[in-house]
């Protein structure tokens, strides 16, 4: 049998030997986009147990269960880290109330743990860490039958696990064609060996180097950051409610807005048209919109000034006493001061302040290569002054760190699932403050469907993947998150998605240009696309200034 402090030097050497082998585990990943990759996911979730195990000493089994899976679960990164949270969840519960690690509790632990991974997992796909899981359960449970003492019961879950392993590309032909088994299964096996070596010889893998890539990290607020010039001084939004009289386009308004400001967003459905302008003359734009009927919600800000301040608060925190930036830190929770409030996780200051002007209340910043974690996430929502909080996780790979802070937030939390920015752009447009949660809920989410996304990224590994051969640097172009083709020319590459995504009832098309993107390039290649595409499309560019990806692309 062993201790507590068995259990935590085993959990902090699993810790480091994923720490440790995390690129390897991440180079298995197929998907050859620039990733918040498997196994730096795991590794920076498991590390923040190991940071909170590290202060523990003398403690029960059950203790230092509990305190791993408390802070797993708000370290938690990616869908890896995730199903690595709920795992040992499992040892908690199995563990709950033991000094020691037997057998049975032992085999309980596995179980416990592959069952609440299963459960959080919409639709289970066999040939992934949840296999591995789960063998390594079924092999545990063999062996403590057998009378297997606690070593023994988990030398077998190891066993389970690396013949699961093994097995993965058999159940995942895109594995099998690859040459590689499951990332997610590898990570969970790197950490198992790394328990191992304290349960059997005592000795405690040591990380290779200390790493600051978890402090400060993802759960800055990038708005008051915001160092970008602003061209146009007023934010400027409304909503029409349309005149039945009323025999004008929105399109004819949409064409007016982009004469006098950018960042223009215009949304219309058969009764309402909703509005969003950066402008000098927001008098011009209210003009303009009150000859397609009564305006409602007006909102202009001035946005030079709101900038300052932003920098005046910026300034005056560093003048502040430094802060421990460790993940445990406390803060207060806002008040709940209006009904309503929302949380979007983004990158990219053109991004971030689009999301600001549309409404949201917190931002985490983070995304494709930076998945925020669960408690990232979690401060966002407790610092939002709302009684129901709805989050925009804007990346499939985010969605579900997003859903494990509901159940431990003070508030109502929604999780919308936004899978790209665009979506999330949509979501927001469609929020009605007249209605309640439930209306609201259904109508972000039936926006945001309808919403097709283009992505142009570049290959960060060569990949043979889906029938292309691709070489690293390579362009990739995503026809709403599937590998659609690849390309070396980028203007080409931009010309060729967006005509794929449209259709015969295509009427707007918002292009995002990155970071990596001049504004001439920019221009020229609008220009370009309204001679060839837009006879009857209306088209938006964006300065979004986010990393990756030189291009997002939304066709409504």
Do not use: W
Not at 47 to 76: C, F, H, I, Q, W
Not at 400 to 426: D, F, N, W
């Amino acid at each position: 049998m062993f201790n507590g402090n068995a259990l935590r030097d085993a959990i902090i050497s699993g810790a480091n030997n994923i720490s440790n082998c995390k690129e390897r585990v991440d180079e298995l990943n197929v998907f050859p986009v620039p990733d918040g990759d498997t196994g730096t996911n795991m590794s920076m979730s498991i590390g923040n147990a190991a940071r909170e195990l590290a202060r523990l000493e003398g403690e029960s089994v059950s203790k230092v269960a509990d305190t791993a899976a408390s802070a797993l679960l708000r370290g938690a990164r990616g869908n890896s880290g995730v199903i690595t949270s709920l795992l040992f969840r499992g040892f908690s519960k199995g563990f709950k109330g033991a000094d020691e690690i037997t057998p049975e509790n032992l085999s309980a632990a596995f179980k416990f743990g592959v069952e609440a991974a299963y459960k959080a997992v919409m639709k289970p796909t066999e040939g992934t860490i949840l296999t591995v899981a789960r063998v390594a359960s079924e092999y545990a449970s063999k062996a403590c039958a057998k009378g297997a003492d606690a070593m023994g019961v988990f030398e077998a879950a190891m066993e389970g696990a690396e013949y699961a392993l093994s097995q993965t590309p058999e159940m995942l032909p895109v594995l099998k064609k690859a040459g590689v088994v499951d990332a997610g299964g590898k990570g969970f096996c790197v950490i198992l060996e790394g328990m191992y070596s304290v349960f059997k010889n005592g000795v405690m893998i040591t990380a290779d180097g200390a790493s600051d890539e978890t402090e400060g990290g993802s759960s800055r607020n990038a708005a008051a950051e915001l160092e970008t010039e602003i061209t146009f001084t007023y934010c400027t939004e409304f909503i029409v409610n349309r005149a039945e009289d009323c025999d004008k386009e929105p399109s004819e308004l949409r064409a007016y807005l982009e004469t006098i400001g950018d960042c223009v967003v215009v949304v219309d459905d058969e009764s309402i048209i909703k509005v969003h302008v950066h402008t000098d003359h927001p008098g011009n734009a209210i003009e303009n919109g009150l000859t397609f009927g009564q305006l409602v919600n007006l909102k202009i800000e001035n946005m030079r000034d709101q900038h300052e301040r932003q920098k005046h608060d910026k300034n005056e925190r560093k003048k502040a006493p430094a802060q421990n930036r460790a993940r445990t830190e406390t803060y207060e929770p806002a008040p709940k001061e209006k009904p309503v409030g929302f949380v979007s996780v983004c990158a990219g200051a053109g991004i971030e302040e689009l999301f600001r002007d549309l409404g949201v209340d917190s931002l985490v910043s983070g995304g494709q290569t930076m998945n925020p974690s669960t408690d990232d996430i979690l401060k966002a929502i407790e610092l939002t002054p709302a009684e129901t909080v709805f989050v925009l996780p804007n990346n499939k790979n985010i969605i579900m760190a997003a859903e494990q802070a509901i159940p431990i937030s003070t508030r109502k939390v929604i999780v919308l699932h936004t899978r790209t920015i665009p979506q999330g752009i949509s979501a927001m447009l469609a929020f009605d403050p007249e209605a309640d949660d439930e209306q609201n809920t259904i109508a972000m989410r039936a926006a945001y469907k309808k919403v097709s996304t283009g992505q142009i990224t570049f290959a960060a590994r060569d990949s043979d993947f889906e029938g292309h051969n691709i070489k690293k640097g390579e362009l990739l172009a995503l026809d709403n998150g599937k590998l659609a083709f690849t390309d070396t020319d980028l203007n080409r590459c931009v010309y060729k998605l967006t005509k794929q995504l449209m259709n015969r009832d295509s009427s707007f098309v918002t292009v995002i240009y990155g970071e990596d993107v001049s504004d001439h390039k920019a221009m020229a290649l609008e220009s370009e696309l309204k001679a060839k595409l837009g006879s009857k499309v209306e088209f938006t560019f964006i300065k979004g200034m986010q990393p990756i990806y030189y291009f997002i692309i939304s066709v409504e």
